[in-house]
């Protein structure tokens, strides 16, 4: 299998990637109203369509077509900011409409389209947050490049070049973007051509957010993992109540063994990675998982009091299915990052790479999953556990959910 369609698929599971650290910018009203998208694909499932559409709630088995929806493209899907900017990436293996586009949610619950950016050709754009209502970032990551943008009038302002942070014989490739105390937080996954890690390492760039100045890079072998951050995911780097970033490190999403995927920690108030905290998950065993481990995370949202909820992928769930794009191989689970433990969520369906949206409405967390018996979402109780499937069906695989009752 080629191994950037592998990591297109890992595009695919995406959810919704979520900015952090935003500065209001719209007064819409967006109280209890939910974007999901869907992906159609081909029949070997390496190929097709997506489609984006708010709606007012999921209740009610009600199923959902594709009508409503805007188009878009394959393997791209939106990020929404706390300033209810609604951002859509242009394809992310290249396309012929090479625009970041930004929405916002109006009044009649309908997208509307308030401006446009040309993009550099294949960019791969699949990051953008917002460090005010001015200034915010998107990620070129095959170009090894940063573009700084005003949202208002979607006008670029500089770029950051971080070509020369390539380690030998592989490319910078900034993945996941995040902003703490001022500082941009740059995952630099440093992958060679075949799009995977070469070593153990984890590293990241520093910027000042204020001027784009370049701070240092910061690097750690001591944990074992590599992959800091799954490059279309800004949920894969999040902040808990106590200020401390986590970072969701995909490894060689387990196609190489050694180079391994698991949680890494930045502590509040500190700039380099915690050498006394990690979760190795090709040593950590899953309570409730028949193959014991996991391979990564594909997906991961975090609920609070040290919980992340997450789709892990773990390809001995179904070792005989040679089709890594459809077959059911992910599992919804619980990670306790205080404790250090993984859990199966029971009662939950299995889900192939497409259909792994996640997101919190309420107090459910929401699962999109492509399982045998339907395409469409079921949620879990947060508080009490409680599980109800098929809550929603939909017309193609359910990749992505937003929604702005958080």
């Known amino acids: 299998m080629n191994i950037r369609h592998l990591f297109l698929m890992s595009a695919l599971a995406i959810t919704f990637i979520a900015c952090d650290k935003d500065d209001d910018v719209n007064n819409t009203s967006t109280e209890g109203k939910i974007l999901f998208s869907t992906t159609v694909t081909n029949p070997s499932g390496d190929n097709g369509s997506g489609y984006l559409q708010a709606v007012g709630s999921l209740d009610g088995g009600v199923n959902y077509d594709n009508h409503n929806a805007i188009p878009l493209g394959f393997g791209s899907y939106p990020c929404v900011c706390k300033s209810g900017n609604i951002y859509v990436f242009p394809d992310y293996m290249g396309g012929t409409e090479l625009k970041l586009k930004r929405y916002i949610l109006n009044d009649n619950n309908q997208l509307e389209l308030k401006g446009a950016m040309t993009l550099p050709a294949n960019s791969s754009a699949a990051i953008v947050v917002e460090a005010n209502a001015e200034k915010a970032y998107v990620c070129c ?145 899953v309570d409730g998982l028949s193959c014991d481990y996991v391979n990564v995370l594909l997906m991961c949202r975090y609920v609070g009091n040290g919980k992340l909820y997450a789709y892990g992928y773990a390809y001995a769930l179904d070792p005989d299915n040679t089709n890594s794009y459809l077959a059911r191989i992910g599992v919804p689970m619980i990670v306790d990052l205080y404790n250090k433990n993984v859990k199966v969520i029971e009662g939950l369906p299995l889900s192939n790479g497409h259909g792994v949206a996640m997101g919190r409405h309420g107090n459910k967390m929401v699962y999109g999953s492509a399982n045998d018996e339907y395409n469409g979402f079921s949620t879990v109780d947060i508080t009490t556990g409680e599980i109800e499937t098929k809550v929603a069906t939909v017309v193609g695989y359910p990749s992505f959910f937003y929604s702005f009752e958080q």
Do not use: H
């Open 141 to 285: 990551q095959s170009l090894d490049m940063i573009i700084v943008f005003n949202p208002k009038t979607m006008t670029e302002i500089s770029r950051i070049d971080v070509s020369g942070l390539r380690n030998e014989g592989v490319s910078a490739y900034p993945g996941a973007l995040y902003i703490r105390d001022g500082i941009l937080y740059v995952a630099l996954e440093q992958y060679n051509s075949q799009w995977m890690p070469s070593e153990n390492a984890l590293e990241m760039a520093l910027y000042n957010v204020s001027d784009d100045k370049f701070i240092k890079k910061i690097r750690n072998t001591s944990l074992g993992l590599c992959g800091p951050s799954r490059p279309v995911d800004n949920q894969s780097i999040f902040e808990d109540e106590n200020g401390d970033i986590y970072i969701n490190c995909t490894g060689s999403f387990g196609y190489i063994p050694g180079l391994n995927s698991g949680i890494a920690r930045i502590k509040k108030g500190e700039t380099e990675f915690d050498e006394s905290y990690s979760i190795n998950f090709s040593e950590t065993k």
